[in-house]
């Protein structure tokens, strides 16, 4: 008996187990595809075995994404399908092994149905980008909504100062002074470009700290693969509740960095870097339908440098990795200087975002002006209707 196939002998499934698939797309966790044959019927699950370099507290990064499931499930009423967690035979969330030595933590969720994920905006065809982006908008968007009133659960947030820019560019200097595997030569000209963008990194905490933007419970990780999409029913699940954690802007902010880049992350030719505005004011479309009376104006107002900044954050972060020797996001090793090469291109959308910084705020702005005026008249005539 294989290794998963024994993992799997401890999770509460019924069946035959026929098949395993390892997933990739993710940066992080290691993910696989189970197949069971139960009874006449095909049932499969999502095997993941968490990064415990990331996520140093597996027992209560599980107890968040739980409670945080059950909440959405609650209340969700659009249909689409929420993550749920199967547990242990012992009942538990986590079956944890020791291999070797290295102690391992495994989860299993149940797999969203007859739904599609893209890993960018390449593999979408022309013709219906712009309704993927509407999609995840809304998805993303339903989310906030839907954990709006999540109450405060006294858990450690799954990891400190996620999203924190002006931490992670003080731990970014600090790497970089230590050098630890000698590659801060081979690319001085990325970290000064870091640098030279040092007041951007402090604009949230500022604006946090002025009352003018709150902190509200965010995903976190809105990259393009992480909504499910399901044709057939119209209904988009959001997955990769890892990073549920209270925010500011991240989230649309990091969705328009993963769908604004039609190349994607992993793109070689920085030359085919750019800004696709449909895609963008889809994506605006899709979210503000969902949260245009949730977001105040101030926060409406600087989800364009929250894009700005969370690429200029995730290109620090994979420079950081590379400066570090590649011990956080996961490489392909045949890719030379991947996590350098990753940098490059955050940097790249960076540069092209700060020369459209003026029209992407127009963009964002009369989205949402609509979007509340469409409220608002819809609102007149009910009001009419119930008066008349
Ligand atoms: P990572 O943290 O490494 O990004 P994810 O949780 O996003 O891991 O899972 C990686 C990939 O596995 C996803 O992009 C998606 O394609 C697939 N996947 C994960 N969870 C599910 C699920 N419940 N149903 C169907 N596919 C899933
Ligand atoms: C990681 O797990 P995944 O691949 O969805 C990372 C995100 C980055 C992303 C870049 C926990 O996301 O923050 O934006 O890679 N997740 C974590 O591709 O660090
Ligand atoms: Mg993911």
Redesign the pocket.
């Known amino acids: 008996m294989n290794k998963i196939e024994k993992i799997a002998n401890n999770f509460n499934i019924k069946g035959k187990l026929i098949e395993i698939k390892e ?9 696989y ?1 189970l197949t069971f044959f139960n009874q006449g019927s095909i049932d ?1 699950y ?1 095997f ?1 075995r968490i ?1 415990t370099t990331v996520f140093n507290e597996p027992h209560n990064l599980m107890q968040r994404i739980e409670q945080v499931t059950t909440h959405m499930k609650n209340k969700q009423t659009n249909g689409a399908q929420v ?2 967690v199967i547990k242990t035979n012992d009942n538990n969330t986590l079956h944890v092994i020791n291999d070797n030595g290295s102690v391992e933590y495994w989860r299993v ?5 007859d ?1 599609i ?1 893209y ?1 960018d905006m390449s593999e979408v065809p022309n013709g219906i980008k712009e309704e993927v982006a509407f999609k995840i908008g809304q998805a993303f968007g339903n989310f906030l909504k839907l954990v709006s009133d999540y109450p405060e659960d006294g858990l450690k947030d799954p990891i400190d100062n996620f999203h924190n820019t002006e931490y992670i560019y003080q731990e970014f200097l600090k790497d970089v002074k230590r050098d630890p595997v000698k590659r801060v030569a081979s690319c001085q000209e990325e970290i000064d470009f870091v640098i030279q963008r040092e007041k951007l990194y402090y604009l949230l905490n500022e604006l946090h700290k002025k009352g003018l933007i709150p902190k509200r419970l965010n995903h976190n ?1 809105t ?1 393009i ?2 909504v ?1 999409i399901c044709w057939e029913t119209n209904c988009s ?1 959001v ?2 509740l ?1 990073t549920v954690m209270p925010g500011m802007l991240s989230d649309p902010a990091d969705a328009l960095r993963s769908l604004i880049n039609e190349a994607g992350e992993e793109e070689k030719d920085l030359s085919l870097i750019d800004i696709n505005f449909d895609i963008l004011k889809s994506f605006v479309e899709g979210y503000a339908s969902e949260t245009h009376d949730v977001l105040n104006e101030v926060e409406i107002k600087n989800i364009a440098n929250a894009l700005h900044i969370i690429s200029l954050e995730l290109g620090m972060r994979f420079l950081n990795d590379y400066i570090n020797g590649d011990v956080y996001f ?1 490489i392909n090793p045949k890719i030379e200087n991947h996590n350098l090469q990753r940098a490059k291109v955050q940097f790249q959308l960076a540069k092209k975002i700060e020369q459209n910084k003026k029209i992407i705020e127009k963009i964002i702005n009369s989205v949402y002006l609509k979007a509340k005026n469409q409220t608002k008249s819809k609102q007149y005539i009910l009001d009419n209707k119930k008066s008349s």
């Open positions: 997933l990739g797309g993710g940066n992080i966790n290691r993910t595809l499969r999502i993941q990064n993550l749920q969720y149940e797999q969203i149905k739904a994920s890993n990780d990259k693969n992480n499910l699940s997955i990769d890892d996961r």
